[in-house]
């Protein structure tokens, strides 16, 4: 047969509340302090988009501009295969990446991608921001997959050479 399950002795009452009460409290500014942080760490590696009055070169310069921040992120990209060890591979790319936020903010700012005859322009540098989300991605999975995997690899090329 089973037990009859215990009767909380409703002197401890006031008890229970208390802790649950105190458990609450401590979760929730845990989560809190969790969720600014998150917050400010986000706000600090995202470079604002201010918005623009007038424009201050002309689209052809703009064009070229924003072929010159690609061709400056593609050539990081590449870059990322010969960062050793490579599991920092992130950590190198994400530094890069607020830095070139930041010119591409001022390229904008510079071409005034908020100008309504300037749509194109906007399209053109949002495409261009795209490309830095995939790459972004595409480093922290570098780093966090295949990086290990590389950098094991790496070392056990260094242990069979030196047991020579």
């Known amino acids: 047969m089973a037990r009859p399950p215990p009767v909380r002795d409703p002197r401890y009452r006031p008890y229970r509340v208390a802790v649950i ?16 942080s998150v917050a400010r760490s986000v706000r600090t590696m995202s470079p604002r988009r201010e918005p623009v009055r007038t424009a201050t070169l002309a ?3 703009c064009v070229e ?7 400056e ?20 790319w994400m530094s890069f990446r607020v830095e070139w936020l930041e010119r591409v903010r ?34 922290v999975q570098y780093a966090g997959e295949i990086g290990p995997a590389l950098d094991r690899f790496h070392r056990m090329v ?3 050479r030196g047991g020579r």
């Open 106 to 139: 001022q390229a904008e700012r510079s071409c005034g991608v908020d100008l309504p005859e300037r749509k194109e322009l906007a399209e053109l540098f949002d495409q261009l921001e795209h490309l830095e989300d995939l790459y972004t991605t595409s480093a």
């Open 158 to 160: 260094a242990q069979t």
């Open 65 to 71: 501009r924003a072929s010159v921040l690609l061709d």
């Open 59 to 61: 689209p052809e310069a």
């Open 21 to 36: 009460a105190v458990y609450l409290v401590v979760v929730s500014t845990f989560c809190l302090l969790v969720t600014a």
């Open 73 to 92: 992120l593609e050539g990081r990209r590449r870059a990322l295969t010969g960062i050793t060890p490579a599991s920092r591979a992130d950590t190198s």
